[in-house]
């Protein structure tokens, strides 16, 4: 089993950047493929970013390709998401989880209980 924390949401001007982080606890973080995804209030979960267990592969959402940047540190068990040229609409609660590497949120079994990121216009 593994527990997902998330941090490094707050609020931002446009154009500014933030850098989530995901913790996890547990000896088989590296067993695990690492998705970010986020929803905005009246919004389904929408997929965001994800990484390979070894963290070879990587896959973006259309929307924030070329803008974010998802890596992992096995070693020290955590995910970031570099999150540059942030727009009004990237706005949400966003959460990490750990499954199997797709974009469906069903494929993941844990998730973070997920931190803020506001960006102002």
């Known amino acids: 089993q593994v527990q997902l924390v998330e941090s490094g949401g707050g609020l931002v001007q ?5 850098r989530l982080s995901c913790a996890a606890s547990g000896r088989t973080f590296s ?8 929803q905005a209030p009246g919004t389904e979960r929408e997929f965001v970013a994800a990484i390979s267990r070894s963290g070879g592969g990587t896959y973006y959402a259309d929307s924030v390709k070329g803008r974010f940047t998802i ?20 706005t949400a609660v966003y959460y990490c989880a750990a ?7 069903g494929s993941y079994n844990y998730w973070g209980q997920g931190t803020q990121v506001t960006v102002s216009s």
């Open 99 to 105: 499954g199997v590497f797709s974009v469906l949120a």
């Open 14 to 18: 446009a154009g500014g950047s933030l």
């Open 71 to 90: 890596s992992r540190d096995n070693a020290k068990n955590t995910v970031y998401l570099q999150m540059n040229s942030l727009k009004p609409e990237d």
């Open 31 to 38: 067993s695990y493929a690492i998705a970010w995804f986020r």
